[in-house]
């Protein structure tokens, strides 16, 4: 098919990218600590590690993984928010020869337990914060060896300041129990007396198990190949080349969670190839503590969504933050609202590049041209090496101007769901396209834009939320004889979920139903509103329908 968007890319955007100048992730990562060696890499609160220190510690980490029988192929799970820990595991793992299990550090401990049986994770990287859900689901998974991490070790605890954050961080670890348990630090330090041991990895085994609803139903891994990856690199990395400066390395805001995919690719990996600077921000949602450690470093890009752009221009000390070396700026994980973007641009002077992608595609597929005036109010253009159709409910490809799903086909498209073929198959074309189960339209120039999407799929902050989840944990609830949830909307998150019930105990109570999911589901899964309901609409055969209760006059908040 014609690449009609090809004529709108800018001047020195190839339509293809090389995919095959690094073997693997640890190739790469080579090349960049020799090239780059006295460069920053990872700052936090205060603190910078370069890509010397980062190799150092990292090959100690791999060893370390190493000497307790990991060999190629393990699966390694890493639990932690964006601290200067979070690369050199990551590294560390892939160096190994180890595949990195991303886990959200808020889950519960169902979910936690579902993604560590799911994927077989034989250790785990954990934050201390977080080590309590750990000890309630361990006994019920394949983890032998555990590694907790807490916020200083990496610090320094050399400033006054320091001492008192991590102080009062000490005081929010809730007590756990995990017997055999190893400090970051002391893994590091046992890995220091050992060489790592080169590992033989080819472009299609796996580096990631990246967790996510893919279209529907519970949570599956999208098996990321170092190909994969790569090839996404190299795509972001060719696109963004003209906001590139050699004398003046780029030094990226970061604070979007480095476990989510998005942030993975776009901060944490394409820094380290590009050989700039991520500035990671281990709780965004402290939007006045952001503000402050905005003011306090100079930055060149930065990566968000909508929300926190917006959360951010509504604080009263956004006007005190320095934006003159700021020469990028993109969004993606969900709509970018017009008005947020033009206050942006206006404060800023950056307009903000929309991008789309999903896990399945590692993630990136499109985004806007660094070149573009203003915001376009599209998700951009198809990256080099990657072609997009528009198809029909038959698989036709469809014309510029005609709605239909979007399919992407290229090389960072993944392998295929962890041992579920059955799933991998529902989601490919039968000439290797991943069917999205967006709805979108190209125009003439290429540019697409997102019309509708799956339809069940709630889309909180960024997040995937899928009703069959809630819907699970809220049927559990004893009292409820049915149940359904849509997304409705919300200023603040774009979505929040809403759970209908039809009441077997008639004594049930909103609270009762929302304590029960707390209980059960990450805070950001958890219905903000119940309503109660005598009956549910169904199809013939019985099946609820989700689509009716959205299409009700009035069904907004609530």
Known sequence: MEKIWLKSYPPGVPAEVQIDRYHSIPQMLQASFEKYRNRPAYRCMGKTITFGDVERMSAQFGAWLQSRGLGKGARVAVMMPNILQYPVAVFGILRAGCIVVNVNPLYTPRELEHQLQDSGAEAIVILENFATTLQQVMGRTAVKHVVVAALGDLLGLKGIVVNLVVRKVKKMVPPYALPGAVRFNEALAEGARMPLQPVSIEPEDIAFLQYTGGTTGVSKGAMLTHRNILANLEQVQAWFAPSRDE????????????????????????????????????????????????????????????????????????????????????????????????????????????????????????????????????????????????????????????????????????????????????????????????????????????????????????????????????????????????????????????????????????????????????????????????????????????????????????
């Open 247 to 558: 004398n003046n390395p780029h030094v990226m805001v970061a604070p979007l969670p480095l476990y989510h995919i998005y942030a993975l690719t776009c901060n944490c990996l394409y820094m380290a190839l590009d050989g700039g600077c991520c500035l990671l921000i281990p709780n965004p949602r402290d939007i006045p503590g952001f503000i402050k450690e905005l003011q306090h470093n100079r930055f060149t890009a930065f990566t968000g969504l909508n929300t926190l752009y917006n959360a951010l221009l509504n604080h009263p000390d956004f006007g005190k933050i320095d934006f003159s070396h700021l020469r990028l700026a993109t969004a993606g994980g969900m709509a970018m609202q017009t008005s947020v973007a033009k206050r942006w641009q206006e404060a800023t002077g950056v307009p903000i590049l929309e991008g789309y992608g999903l896990t399945e595609t590692s993630p990136v597929a499109t985004t806007n041209p660094v070149d573009i005036k203003e915001h376009t109010g599209t998700i951009g253009l198809p990256l080099p090496s990657t072609v997009i159709t528009i198809r029909d409910d038959a698989g036709n490809v469809l014309p510029p101007g005609q709605v239909g799903e979007i399919c992407i086909a290229g090389p960072q498209v993944m392998k295929g769901y962890w041992n579920r073929p059955d799933e991998t198959a529902k989601v490919m074309t039968a000439d290797g396209a991943l069917r999205t189960g967006d709805i979108g339209v190209m125009d003439e120039r290429g540019f697409i834009k997102i019309v509708d999407r799956k339809k069940d799929m709630i889309l909180v902050s960024g997040f995937n939320v899928y009703p069959n989840e809630i819907e699970d944990v809220v049927a559990s609830c004893p009292g409820v004889l049915e149940c359904a949830v849509i997304g409705v909307p919300d200023e603040k998150s774009g979505e929040v979920p809403k759970v209908f019930v039809v009441k077997k105990d008639p004594a049930l109570t909103e609270q009762q139903v929302l304590e029960h999911c707390r209980k059960n589901l990450t805070a950001y899964k958890v219905p903000r509103y119940v309503e109660f309901r005598s009956e549910l609409p169904k199809t013939p055969v019985g099946k609820i329908l989700r689509r009716a209760l959205r299409e009700e006059p009035g069904q907004r908040a609530a």
